[in-house]
């Protein structure tokens, strides 16, 4: 299917892949492509580069969702039918509403979001903020402002993360350690091990033995508190991990040639597959292309001549020298990509395939984010031959 049905015909597009390969600008250009597809479009990214910003006519993304004006895009000559949104995931936020939304009553509620636990929890706590980012995405969804929303997943050190986070999350309120210190406490509003298997008493002592005492009395009203809110929690944790697996959600998965960023991405795709999920796409960033035209070191001489510029007799000789460096990466990223192709026939369903060329500048434009939209999306044009070249 071509990237653009996706685009057209999907609820949700998640963007997943290693570190360093371009995925956040990868799905900021979906996100500009499906807009000038014609649809109303939500980037919610995690942490986004002030240069990606700045190419959406931001100072910053804010956890607010803001609209791109559509005065930047006629200043940049694009035509855009749809709309494109940004938000950024906060992570605390987010974890608050979930607070607000399945507290008991006020009290609680006020009781949790002041304890001094509470900001560990909600920020730093492994697994946090990939639960989060599913978190936000099911609620977002939900919103009929939107066309389709794409998401710009975490990134973690290990990009599988998140498909896990709803269940992890379920595992971490059900687990033996919360038990008990939820029957430690909630008899009497102290904490008391005469309640505890001899085990697991021992065992919290010897925490406190390091904590303190103190410590661990804060930590049992915490989760006592807590405790009021597994209920809807839980449920809600399982409609998150549900609403991954609808047939209106596409998985993006975006690499460059590295062969470790590329085997990651070829892991990921397993891992999918093993969910009985597909990968949709396979977006790699800064391939080397062989340039149309491989000029000889008597036309790089000439071509300085014409343009009168003072430059020295050694400089043809780094310009072919640079030259043949291109020619040996493009020869070296053909290679890659036919392996790459290869691994990917193992798959019932062999995702798509788009390579994004190594453009001579980063993203620091709405035009140079649309040059790789078109990429991205073929039939996109520009209004203006002027505007920005094909690749």
Known sequence: MPLSSLIQSRRVILCAGSGGVGKTTTAAAIGLAAARLGR????????????????????????????????????????????????????????????????????ARDRILHNKLYHYVSTALAGTQEYMAMEKLHEVKQSPDFDLIVLDTPPTANALDFLDAPERMIDALDSAAMRWFLQAFQSTG????????????????????????????????????????????????????????APDVAFVLVSSTSPLATAEALFFADRLASMRMSCDAL????????????????????????SRLPLGPAASMRLLSAL???????????????SLDESLRRFANPPLRVDVPAFPRDVHDLSA????????VRQLQTTSPDACHHV
């Open 40 to 107: 109303r479009t939500l980037c919610l990214t995690i942490d986004p580069a002030k240069r990606l910003a700045q190419s959406l006519g931001l100072d910053r993304f804010d956890t607010d969702a803001r609209l791109v004006e559509p005065s930047l895009f006629r200043d940049a000559d694009l035509v855009v039918p749809g709309s494109l949104t940004v938000m950024m995931l906060d992570t605390k936020r987010t974890f608050d509403q979930i607070v607000e939304r399945h507290a008991s009553s006020p009290e």
């Open 190 to 245: 102290r904490l008391s091990f005469n309640l505890l298997a001899r085990s697991a008493a021992l065992a919290i002592r010897g925490i406190g033995r390091f904590t303190g005492g103190g410590f661990l009395e804060d930590l049992a009203a915490f989760l006592a508190e807590l405790n009021d809110l597994f209920g809807g929690f839980r449920q809600r944790a399982r409609e998150v991990e549900l609403s991954l697996r």
């Open 283 to 306: 977006v790699v960033n800064r391939v080397h292309l062989p340039p149309r035209f491989t000029p000889s070191e008597s036309d790089i001489s000439a071509a300085i001549s014409r």
């Open 324 to 338: 043949r460096d291109e020619l040996r990466e493009a020869e070296l990223d053909e290679r890659r990509l036919r």
């Open 369 to 376: 984010l649309d040059q790789i939209a078109r990429v991205l």
